[in-house]
């Protein structure tokens, strides 16, 4: 039993009031995180991250428009609705799933933000090329020189598996279309 312990006590230290210990230590030492306790206290602290990129009077709309949603047990709040049924299921209700409540309601504070940073990881596309790998020029004249493989040669977009395609699923597209780009630019250079 005593190898369980150290689970048991991260386990029992998710019940009760409060955010959790990695909850706690983004809080305190995350660059990237504003800690407040008023709204407006929290926008200047957002602004002074990068930027007056926030309306703050737009953002009390919006939050006060979501806590209404709180109030009313009939709300149409896919999120709000989401937690409530969450909140059904005993184990998620003790541990995982925060109790509703309203956003501005001193006694849940203090309020959180989190500068985020937007990064594309795939394009489902890119570069238009022909049946050799050939890297393709907009008037459809292939660019001397250049092949592609993988997504940036197009197939993941609309290609071999669709829009829809699952993670994982392209490693089979990636290695065929680099296997043609390979032969054919050995073919160019002899």
């Known amino acids: 039993m005593p190898e369980h312990a150290p689970l048991t006590q991260l386990m029992l230290g998710r019940i009760g009031k409060g955010a959790p210990a990695p909850v706690r230590r983004f809080?305190?030492?995350?660059?990237d995180f504003v800690?407040?306790?008023?709204?407006?206290?929290l926008v200047a602290g957002m602004h002074q991250l990068g930027g007056n990129l926030i309306d703050a009077a737009e953002l009390e709309r919006e939050i006060e428009a979501r806590d209404r949603e709180i109030n009313n047990m009939?709300?149409?709040?896919?999120?709000?609705?989401?937690?409530?049924?969450?909140?059904?299921?005993?184990?998620d209700k003790l541990i995982r799933v925060a109790k509703p409540h309203r956003i501005l309601d001193p006694a849940a504070?203090?309020?959180?933000?989190?500068?985020?940073?937007?990064?594309?990881?795939?394009?489902?596309?890119?570069?238009?090329?022909?049946?050799s790998s050939r890297v393709l020029q907009p008037d459809g004249a292939p660019l001397a020189g250049v092949y592609a493989a993988g997504e940036v040669a197009g197939f993941g977009g609309g290609g071999v598996h669709g829009y829809r395609a699952l993670e994982g699923t392209f490693l089979g597209g990636c290695i065929f279309s680099g296997r043609i780009a390979g032969r054919e630019a050995a073919k160019a250079v002899g």
């Open 27 to 31: 809080m305190e030492r995350g660059v």
């Open 35 to 41: 800690v407040r306790k008023t709204l407006p206290e």
């Open 109 to 131: 504070g203090p309020l959180i933000a989190v500068k985020l940073s937007v990064l594309t990881r795939k394009t489902l596309g890119g570069l238009q090329t022909d049946l």
């Open 74 to 91: 009939f709300g149409k709040d896919a999120q709000v609705m989401a937690i409530r049924v969450a909140r059904n299921y005993l184990g």
